[in-house]
């Protein structure tokens, strides 16, 4: 059985660096053809695609967002990683880690991870 877990600190301070963890189970992460997004939401901005890492190890960010993003993964742990600096409170949003597929098409969301950015 797929499953994808967020994690992280749940409440981090205005400057610093909020960094997550997806946790992969039932398929390897370097399974082609898939990638590996994250994603946020939050209520004043609706969802917000972040960027991807795919299964060869590939990235790509949104424009707005690549700045301040880094990806990373960990093979051996069947783990990918967010790294968002520089926060304000605008990044308070809920986190998803998400796997997707371009053919046969197929999208798979974890059940997201709720994010403060709070002094």
């Known amino acids: 059985q797929v499953q994808l877990l967020e994690s992280g600190p749940g409440l981090v301070k205005p400057s610093e660096t909020l960094s997550l963890t997806c946790t992969v189970s039932g398929v390897s992460i370097e399974l082609n053809y898939y990638y590996w997004s994250w994603i946020r939401q939050s209520p004043g901005k609706g969802l917000e695609w972040i960027g991807y890492?795919?299964?060869?190890?590939?990235?790509y960010f949104n424009p707005s967002l690549k700045s301040r993003t880094s990806f990373s993964r960990d093979t051996s742990k069947n783990q990918f990683f967010l790294q968002l600096t520089s926060v304000t409170p605008e990044d308070t949003a809920t986190y998803y880690c998400?796997?997707?597929?371009?053919?046969?098409?197929?999208?798979?969301w974890g059940q997201g991870t709720q994010v403060t950015v709070s002094s």
């Open positions: 998400v796997r997707s597929r371009y053919y046969p098409t197929s999208e798979f």
């Open positions: 890492i795919s299964y060869s190890g590939g990235m």
